[in-house]
């Protein structure tokens, strides 16, 4: 056998592995970067409520797989809940640990707000729902 067919088999068989290392390392890259394309594009899945109600009142929302937040409207009469999951709520506004109105089947979708306001006239008070 002669030496210099020695080295060729090895080359080939260490130029196969190369080529194999290199295709297994831009598989790699490949893959991480769709990854991190896929994250930039991520968008947001929560919702608001927001709206007007007497000063100081308490606004809670239920929603419609059992949980529910509460927050109180601002000296200006102004309120937002943020942070909340699509789906269908109910909103009241309580008044010294009473609900003296409601506004029922407020939908929320992603990345979207649902403003529900509340007047009150003397003791009656009124919700609204408007996009």
């Given at each position: ?7 060729t088999a090895?080359?080939?068989?260490h130029?196969?592995r ?15 970067g769709?990854i991190?394309?896929?994250?930039a ?6 919702s608001?409520i927001?709206?007007r ?5 308490t606004?809670t929302?239920h929603?419609?797989n059992?949980?529910?937040r509460?927050?109180?409207a601002?000296?200006?009469?102004r309120y ?5 999951l699509p789906g269908?709520?109910v ?7 009473q609900?003296?109105a409601?506004?029922?089947?407020v939908p ?20 609204t729902?408007?996009?």
């Amino acid at each position: 056998m002669k030496t210099s067919q020695k080295p060729t088999a090895f080359g080939r068989r260490h130029q196969n592995r190369h080529y194999a290392i290199r295709l297994m390392a831009a598989i790699a890259v490949s893959a991480f970067g769709a990854i991190a394309i896929h994250s930039a594009y991520a968008q947001s899945t929560s919702s608001s409520i927001f709206g007007r109600a007497p000063a100081d009142s308490t606004i809670t929302v239920h929603s419609d797989n059992g949980g529910a937040r509460h927050g109180t409207a601002n000296s200006k009469g102004r309120y937002t809940l943020t942070s909340l999951l699509p789906g269908t709520y109910v909103v009241s506004l309580e008044r010294n640990g009473q609900t003296v109105a409601k506004v029922q089947g407020v939908p929320l979708f992603a990345s979207r707000s649902s403003q529900v306001d509340f007047v009150c006239d003397n003791d009656q008070c009124t919700g609204t729902f408007g996009r």
